[in-house]
């Protein structure tokens, strides 16, 4: 299994450093070290309000979670769920989901505002966009078909201890 997840961790890191010439720098000062008050490695046991979600991510070794009474707006986006990941118990992702254009412009719109707006990681769709930090990355896109819109953040410290315990 932990090699199954090493895997997918490689081929989503080549994945992004792949689009590195379209990746962009937090602006300055804005490099988050977690999501809404949660820093990273936080404890799940010690956060109140969390209820397990739907299923196990990382091959069995971590579980996501949404946060009961959790604000369902980031600007003016209406947000269709926030799931909050944990590996070894410890918060490491968070992935946030919108359905329909207009949300997904306001949720690009604040997350632009906030961390710096980017180049397109791609030319056609689904919009793609990429921020690299030294305590997280992140990326943004939008799939027209679908019309959902999925805002993913994790945090590096971790993925870099992941990376070392399956050397």
Same mark, same amino acid.
């Given at each position: 299994?932990?090699?199954?997840?090493?895997?997918?961790?490689?081929?989503?890191?080549?994945?992004?450093?792949?689009?590195?010439?379209?990746?962009?720098?937090?602006?300055?000062? &804005?490099?988050?070290?977690?999501?809404?008050?949660?820093?990273?490695?936080?404890?799940?046991?010690?956060?109140?309000?969390?209820?397990?979600?739907?299923?196990?991510?990382? &091959?069995?070794?971590?579980?996501?979670?949404?946060?009961?009474?959790?604000?369902?707006?980031?600007?003016?986006?209406?947000?269709?769920?926030?799931?909050?990941?944990?590996?070894?118990?410890?918060?490491?992702?968070?992935?946030?989901?919108?359905?329909?254009?207009?949300?997904?412009?306001?949720?690009?719109?604040?997350?632009?505002?906030?961390?710096?707006?980017?180049?397109?990681?791609?030319?056609?769709?689904?919009?793609?966009?990429?921020?690299?930090?030294?305590?997280?990355?992140? &990326?943004?896109?939008?799939?027209?078909? &679908?019309?959902?819109?999925?805002?993913? *953040?994790?945090? *590096?410290?971790?993925?870099?201890?992941?990376?070392?315990? *399956?050397?």
């Amino acid at each position: 299994m932990k090699k199954f997840w090493l895997i997918g961790l490689i081929v989503l890191t080549v994945g992004l450093w792949s689009n590195f010439c379209f990746a962009g720098d937090f602006k300055a000062g &804005s490099e988050p070290d977690g999501f809404r008050g949660i820093k990273w490695g936080t404890d799940i046991k010690t956060l109140k309000g969390m209820k397990y979600w739907s299923g196990t991510i990382f &091959s069995g070794e971590g579980k996501t979670y949404i946060r009961k009474n959790d604000d369902l707006h980031m600007g003016g986006a209406e947000l269709e769920r926030i799931e909050y990941s944990f590996l070894g118990g410890k918060f490491c992702n968070v992935s946030v989901f919108t359905r329909g254009y207009a949300n997904w412009c306001g949720l690009k719109e604040v997350v632009f505002e906030r961390f710096g707006k980017v180049n397109q990681g791609n030319e056609f769709p689904p919009e793609y966009y990429l921020w690299f930090g030294n305590i997280t990355d992140m &990326s943004l896109q939008y799939d027209e078909l &679908s019309e959902e819109g999925k805002f993913f *953040m994790f945090s *590096m410290e971790i993925a870099k201890q992941v990376i070392q315990q *399956m050397k």
